[in-house]
């Protein structure tokens, strides 16, 4: 064995020895107990556990982050805090509460305790009831347009939440942060991943 070998190998058994506890109290660190680690801004522990578990459903982790490893549900409730009235603020816990009981009459908990099989059949009944967004032109609604509701308008900001964290920006979809010349017309096959903005 030559010199250089030796002192590689010695560096990386020192290494070893000086990162691993290091590691292993990182990954102690990141066992999921409670969800519930950050303090909410404006919402109440029960209210963004709802949130939570409803960004966790709608989003959950696959072969990509899911939905609270970008921590859209933190982005939801300091959009909430900074972004709304005291007006929408009111309504929004209200309608937090009143999905709540909901899920109690008809499942037997609020929505954050609810089975998978719950959860999915409270989203089904609430996509079949709940109003459809407008039809829109590049961003322009067309035609007649009633709100939303609830259901819908949460799973919107989730989503929005979602696609414009950096973790998905960069990660998931296509993105160039010096993009090229405009090119108007190319073919479908040529565009490939959906692109961030």
């Known amino acids: 064995m030559n010199r250089r070998d030796a002192l590689r190998k010695s560096a990386l058994g020192l290494g070893a020895a000086v990162g691993a506890p290091t590691l292993l109290s990182l990954l102690q660190a990141c066992a999921k107990q409670d969800r519930l680690t950050w303090t909410p801004q404006f919402l109440k522990d029960d209210q963004a556990r709802f949130i939570s578990s409803f960004v966790d459903f709608l989003l959950p982790k696959t072969d990509t982050p899911g939905g609270l490893d970008v921590k859209a549900d933190i982005f939801m ?3 909430y805090a900074k972004a709304y009235d005291e007006d929408g603020q009111k309504n929004v816990v209200e309608e937090i509460t009143k999905f709540n009981e909901d899920c109690k009459s008809q499942y037997g908990a609020v929505f954050a305790e609810l089975s998978e099989e719950d959860k999915a059949a409270c989203f089904r009944e609430h996509e079949a009831k709940s109003p459809k967004f407008p039809k829109n032109v590049w961003g322009t609604s067309v ?21 414009s964290s950096e973790e998905i920006g960069k990660n998931v979809l296509s993105y160039d942060p010096i993009p090229g010349p405009f090119q108007g017309c190319i073919p479908l096959s040529d565009v490939g991943n959906t692109w961030s903005l």
Do not use: N, Q, T
């Open 77 to 79: 409730d300091l959009m």
């Open 143 to 163: 035609g007649p347009s009633e709100p939303v509701g609830f259901y819908r308008g949460l799973k919107s900001i989730a989503l929005w939440a979602y696609f």
